[in-house]
């Protein structure tokens, strides 16, 4: 048992090792999000007219829309298209998110009590 399974349990354990524990997953939670960061993700509409391109941190950095398909678009559906493209990427995002953070932990996130990371991460996908 970790000194942070003792602590979520409400016993008291090592303070000085729940530091190293906490400071141990900080780093790595530090260190996947800055691999996230150097990375970049596509999506697609549904119809693969428009497709955009985020960062790892969630910024767009390039759209692009196929001109020969674009015509059989109206304004309204174009807009739509260009929500879903960026919507998808963003997906592709919090996908490549959960894969890097998976384990970081040590612990199984599907036994009781799960990943005490998941509140943190759902959070950063909610919020950006």
Partial sequence: MTEIDAFLQGREGDLAGLV?????WTAALGSALDELARERMEGTD?????????SGTGGLVGL???ARRLRDLD????????????????????ERLTE???????????LPG???????IERVLREG
Avoid: Y
Avoid at 75 to 85: C, F, S
């Fill in 46 to 54: 549904a119809r693969e007219v428009v497709r955009a391109r985020v």
């Fill in 100 to 110: 890097l953070t998976e384990g970081l932990s040590g612990r199984d996130p599907s």
């Fill in 75 to 94: 304004h309204v559906e174009l807009a739509e298209a260009v929500k879903q493209a960026i919507g998808a990427a963003k997906g592709a995002m919090g």
């Fill in 20 to 24: 190293r524990e906490v400071t141990a």
């Fill in 114 to 120: 799960g990943d005490p990371l998941a509140p943190h």
């Fill in 64 to 66: 692009s829309i196929d």
